[in-house]
């Protein structure tokens, strides 16, 4: 094929680095678990009932999972409440949090973000993915911007070929 006619990736030659935040997200089953189930009624907390449904718990269905634990009726639960269960599972789950699912999901990129080495794009031009078909809580993308900001030459957000320029130092 003639040079004249040759096929060139422009954006793979202009040193652009092109990062997925889905590729943080970290791998694993997610499962909730409701305080409800452990009241009398669904309503009250007795100790020794409570104490009783923890250790019958199987932790082997939450093996290498992420939990979050949350109440979804109107009770008060004691904070003591939550050291049971959480040392009940905290041998075999990756994580446990207190909160809903985009709890836990902000929390797991939370984690992911900070240990991350962002070293490579030191000096660099970054393009973060704009579409994803994973779900990214948006303050993971405040996280990465304050990661970024200080370190790389510019941060567009976006798609190669449509972008929002962010940062240009």
């Given amino acids: 094929m003639s040079e004249e006619f040759e096929i060139r990736n422009k954006v793979a030659e202009s040193g652009l680095i092109n990062f997925d935040l889905a590729s ?3 791998k694993g089953e997610r499962k909730g678990i409701d305080l409800k189930e452990f009241l009398f009624q669904e309503m009250i907390l007795k100790e020794k009932d409570f104490r009783e449904k923890v250790e019958a718990i199987h932790t082997e269905e939450y ?3 992420y939990i979050y634990i949350y109440n979804s009726v109107d009770t008060i ?3 003591w409440a939550y050291f049971v269960l959480t040392a009940k599972l ?3 789950a990756k994580k446990i949090v207190f909160g809903n699912r985009e709890d836990l999901e902000v929390i797991l990129m939370h984690n992911a973000i ?3 080495d962002f070293g490579d794009m ?3 031009r970054v393009l973060v993915k704009g579409c994803s078909d994973k779900e990214i809580p948006e303050n993971a993308y405040i996280e990465l911007v304050e990661q970024l900001k200080p370190m790389v030459k510019s941060l567009m957000f976006g798609e ?3 972008n929002v320029p962010i940062v240009k130092n």
């Fill in 24 to 26: 943080l997200l970290p």
């Fill in 90 to 92: 905290t041998d075999v």
């Fill in 63 to 65: 093996k290498d999972t």
């Fill in 122 to 124: 030191r000096g660099k």
């Fill in 160 to 162: 190669a070929c449509s």
């Fill in 114 to 116: 900070q240990t991350y």
């Fill in 77 to 79: 639960i004691p904070l």
